[in-house]
């Protein structure tokens, strides 16, 4: 059983900064356990969810193409906790951000079922 919390979002200011924080528990990134890397997605009104970024213990990748060179993504891994560090948020940075346990090849990452329940960012003056 993988349980995953995700913190940190709120309304912020065009142009402002937020890191969003997500802690797993459970059976998770174990030799055992069906998760070797972690990610970030998002999901805005009437879209569909989108992979923002993700980490495995040996690299990480910002695949969302609107957000690259604002967000970074960084993992403790003995504290089982990542982060998604935003900057110069724009009002098109406004959804619900999830994060999920689930494997990567070192290219491209899949997601598992072990998602949280979201934590809403809005950009907006």
């Known amino acids: 059983q993988v349980h995953v919390v995700e913190s940190g979002g709120g309304l912020v200011q065009p142009g402002g900064s937020l890191t969003l924080s997500c802690v797993f528990s459970?059976?998770?990134?174990?030799?055992?356990?069906?998760?070797?890397?972690s990610g970030w997605y998002r999901q805005a009104p009437g879209n569909q969810r989108e992979l923002v970024a993700f980490i495995t213990r040996t690299n990480s990748e910002i695949d969302a193409d609107s957000v690259k060179g604002r967000f970074t993504i960084s993992r403790d891994y003995a504290k089982n906790t990542m982060w998604l560090h935003m900057n110069a948020l724009k009002p098109e940075d406004t959804a619900v951000y999830y994060c999920?346990?689930?494997?990567?090849?070192?290219?491209?990452?899949?997601?598992?079922?072990?998602w949280g329940q979201g934590t809403q960012v809005t950009v907006s003056s």
């Open positions: 459970g059976n998770v990134f174990s030799s055992s356990s069906e998760s070797n890397a």
């Open positions: 999920n346990a689930g494997w990567s090849d070192g290219r491209s990452y899949f997601p598992t079922t072990n």
